[in-house]
């Protein structure tokens, strides 16, 4: 079942990308379940920007796939 979502104003909808547990090389980093939240995160959804004063659209900077923090 696939849920379509489509955030509202200048809402953006962004899905929390996990760190790497292993490097390039292949060492396995310990796991630390202490860790904080993920500082990135994947532009899942944006919503169609707000309206200034004038009515005016006024758009996103961001748009679906973008990597951001």
Do not use: C, H, R, W
Request: charged share 25%; proline share 7%.
């Amino acid at each position: 079942m696939s849920v379509k979502i489509k955030p509202l104003s200048n809402y953006v909808l962004i899905e929390p990308v996990g760190l790497k547990q292993q490097t390039e090389s292949g060492i396995l980093l310990p796991d630390a379940s202490d860790k904080d939240k993920p500082e990135q995160g994947k532009v899942v959804a944006v919503g169609p920007g707000k309206t200034d004063k004038n009515g005016q659209a006024q758009g996103m900077s961001v748009k679906a796939g973008d990597i951001v923090l």
